[in-house]
């Protein structure tokens, strides 16, 4: 389990994911912030790293096999 600190309380879940404008926590008593502008409020517990976005994860991968066949193709995709 994760700790994520706000505002003085503190949040349990599996798993923190850091998107553009928000956080999702999943599995555990952690709720779901939007529209985030200061990331700096929210910290998670001396240690702990957050999650990678699962669509942010599909986009960059996306984005290095467009890379990888435009050197293939010589920059023709």
Do not use: C, H
Not at 24 to 52: C, H, M, N, R, Y
């Amino acid at each position: 389990m994760k700790t994520l600190i706000y505002n003085g309380e503190t949040y349990q879940a599996e798993k923190f994911t850091k998107t553009d404008d928000g956080i999702i926590g999943v599995g555990g008593d952690a709720p779901t912030w939007k529209g985030i502008s200061d990331f700096s409020q929210f910290q998670l517990a001396e240690g702990q790293e957050w999650d990678v976005d699962p669509e942010a994860e599909k986009d960059q991968r996306i984005a290095d096999l467009e890379l990888a066949m435009a050197e293939i193709l010589g920059g023709a995709v």
